[in-house]
């Protein structure tokens, strides 16, 4: 069998550069503050009866600082603030169910942070209750319910309780089993607690357990890797995520404690990633795309076999083309051909509630060629394939023509064995997966346009 993705270092490090992740196209830095709450509403009005969705609900709220993280998150020990958050989050709910009244089922549910086990037993109960108030929810069996959880902050019995509450899938953050490497980004994480949480969660029910690692991290070395890989695997995870460490405290204030001399350097960094993909796939796993594995048997491997595999803001998805309705500070909507992002504080968030309209800050609406273009960054993440003809039946768009610049950069891709450009199809080769996000640029319309240069010098992390 031929490997779905192979490493090739040389090319790597000559050809990753600075880009999106495209977690949404157009990408978030091309919202504009002069989408408004009402073409939001307008979108979701537009859209057809009883069509599916998905939410997200943001929980910004952390105990303690990590300090690689990226997050828009909330460093506090006052629990009254999580009372009045909730209050609000409460409020655009109601608002957003009245605006997809006709929608529904829910198949799909995701919280995020921050920790979303910041809030209490009792305040995460009651939260579930309302969302199941005001929309209707698929059962537990063709429902998708995950949460992101923080083995430090949780018990046996709080697990057991998310069970009962409604989710079925969790998301566990580890980043490193190394305690020097815990130590340098400030979060002591013994290798026992997320054992157990990963047993007990099992033991409820959970149809799925994710891990999250990082690779980049100061300390870090290929040794220390081997170490964390060997101990991951042995906990038998369906999902196993392997992010980049993206250095940048110029953005990220908390990064700034960490130090230059503790950084791996890139021939280091690059070798960890050559390991975990070499461990990862000897285990088993599927390479799913970007940093995400899987086992054979998982909804995601299976999704991207049957090409029903989606990408969306919290990364891929099993479920393709839902509109998704985002809640809480910062957390962005994908409704009917729009994005829509609410405001990025506290402050700012509560102010639009109390002025009993959506706290949306920013969006866009997307044109017919972003769509287009939406379309094929989709189909390139997912399914490392691009078929001609069928993309030209449902566009009405004569592919050649109409995208021969992006042609004539694809062929230069190809000369490098990144890509197999045939007549009527783009196929991605095992070599060029890694670097999936380069092939992914040639069709984005935006990106290098002069008025963005500067923002994607700082803004975006390396392909690689």
């Not at 204030?253 to 230059?260: G, H, L, N, P, S």
């Amino acid at each position: 069998m031929q490997p779905t993705v192979q490493f090739d270092p040389e090319l790597i490090a000559r050809m990753s550069q600075r880009g999106p992740r495209y977690t949404s196209y157009p990408t978030a830095d091309r919202f504009t503050g002069s989408f408004a709450a009402n073409e939001f509403a307008a979108a979701a009005w537009r859209g057809a009866p009883g069509r599916p969705l998905s939410l997200y609900v943001h929980v910004p709220f952390c105990e303690s600082l990590c300090y690689y993280c990226a997050c828009n998150k909330i460093i506090t020990h006052d629990r009254s603030k999580a009372a009045k958050y909730l209050d609000y989050l409460v409020r655009e709910i109601d608002m957003q169910a009245s605006l997809f009244a006709a929608c529904g089922p829910v198949q799909q549910l995701h919280f995020g942070g921050g920790t979303p086990t910041y809030l209490s037993d009792a305040q995460m109960g009651a939260l579930m209750d309302h969302l199941r108030s005001r929309f209707a929810f698929a059962d537990d069996e063709e429902g998708e319910y995950s949460i992101e959880i923080d083995p430090r902050t949780v018990d046996a019995q709080r697990i057991r309780s998310l069970r009962r509450q409604g989710f079925n899938r969790l998301s566990l953050g580890v980043q490193d089993f190394d305690e020097d490497v815990q130590r340098a980004v400030n979060r002591l994480q013994p290798e026992a607690m997320t054992g157990d949480a990963i047993a007990t969660a099992r033991a409820a029910g959970f149809r799925s357990v994710s891990i999250d690692l990082i690779y980049g991290l100061p300390l870090q070395s290929v040794a220390s890797m081997a170490q964390t890989l060997d101990k991951v695997v042995a906990l038998l995870p369906d999902r196993i995520s392997v992010y980049n460490y993206a250095h940048m405290p110029q953005m990220f204030k908390a990064q700034k404690v960490i130090r230059d001399e503790d950084m791996p350097d890139p021939a280091t960094k690059l070798a960890m990633l050559g390991l975990c993909i070499e461990r990862l796939c000897a285990a088993g796993y599927v390479y799913i795309g970007m940093d995400h594995f899987a086992k054979p048997d998982d909804e995601l491997a299976r999704a991207q076999r049957d090409g029903t595999l989606h990408r969306n803001f919290q990364g891929y998805s099993t479920r393709a083309a839902l509109d998704t309705i985002a809640c809480g500070v910062s957390a962005i909507s994908a409704v009917n051909g729009t994005y829509s992002q609410n405001e990025k504080t506290l402050e700012a968030y509560y102010a639009r509630l109390d002025e009993g309209v959506l706290p949306v800050a920013r969006g866009l609406c997307l044109s017919r060629d972003d769509l287009v273009r939406r379309d094929i960054i989709q189909q390139l993440m997912c399914n490392f394939a691009l078929d001609f003809d069928a993309l030209e039946a449902s566009w009405g768009i004569d592919f050649a023509a109409d995208f021969a610049p992006e042609l004539e950069k694809l062929t230069a891709l190809g000369a490098e064995g990144l890509l197999a450009l045939l007549p009527d199809r783009l196929e991605v080769s095992a070599r060029g997966r890694l670097l999936i996000r380069n092939i992914c640029m040639v069709f984005d319309a935006y990106f290098g346009m002069p008025e963005a240069v500067p923002l994607q010098r700082v803004r975006y992390s390396r392909t690689i």
